[in-house]
């Protein structure tokens, strides 16, 4: 079946750049997104991108897809303590339409 | 646009009683699908649905259903509530019939005594 890594953690100090990595093991899969989860709150959709690109920028987000090894990372620029939060790789196929996430990696910034 | 809603934002209750949670779409968004979060399992699938039919179900038992009504708006229902059940519910909605593009709401924290 569908399956979604990410490292669990990941400590920065303001003003660095954070990347954090996603593997995926579906050769099938036609979307992949991040979505970022503050607590108490529901998922916010950062960005996404389809199977067919390798590159995607965003204001201060990057994402990387390298389809080849099925990875996927999200670099975020000039990282403020907002941006603290878990983030979820996730990634779907046109036929199943329900999203398979990542267990989230918890992005800690430190001032 | 106002984005998804869902309702009540938290809910308490005990073993063996039923609940149901309700989910307000964006405006113009047919497809509303439905996810439990738990620290255990994660995020989880359970249904979509897409202009009032379930089109895809994820691996939850016959206990939790669900239901899409002509304005889109959605309900899902949990009969029968184990200790295991205590959750964030989250509902999505989608702008296209293909389902990608999903936009989350609040969620409902769902809590069984």
């Known amino acids: 079946g569908e399956d979604v890594e990410q490292s669990l953690f990941l400590s920065v100090r303001e003003g660095d750049s954070s990347v954090i990595n996603c593997t995926y093991t579906?050769?099938?899969?036609?979307?992949l997104y991040w979505y970022k989860q503050e607590p108490g709150a529901g998922l916010q959709l950062l960005t996404y991108?389809?199977?067919?690109?390798d590159m995607k920028q965003d204001q201060r987000l990057t994402v990387l897809l390298n389809k080849k090894d099925k990875h996927l990372s999200l670099r975020i620029a000039d990282t403020q303590t907002g941006d603290s939060a878990i983030y979820f790789c996730a990634e779907s196929n046109m036929g199943r339409r329900a999203l398979t996430f990542g267990s989230g990696t918890r992005l800690q910034v430190q001032p | 646009k106002a984005g998804v809603t869902q309702t009540p934002r938290y809910l308490i209750k005990t073993r063996g009683q039923q609940v149901t949670l309700s989910c307000s779409p964006i405006s113009g968004h047919r497809s509303v699908s439905w996810y439990q979060q738990t620290p255990g399992q994660g995020l989880q699938f359970l249904f979509e649905?897409?202009?009032?039919?379930?089109?895809n179900k994820g691996n939850f038992p016959g206990r939790f259903s669900g239901r899409q009504f002509s304005n889109s708006r959605s309900e899902m229902n949990v009969s029968t509530l184990e200790l295991g059940d205590s959750a964030l519910y989250l509902c999505?909605?989608?702008?296209?019939?293909?389902?990608?593009?999903?936009?989350f709401g609040p969620g409902t924290r769902l809590l069984v005594l």
């Open positions: 579906d050769s099938s899969s036609t979307y």
């Open positions: 649905y897409f202009s009032e039919t379930q089109r």
């Open positions: 999505a909605s989608s702008p296209s019939d293909r389902g990608e593009t999903q936009y």
């Open positions: 991108i389809f199977s067919n690109m």
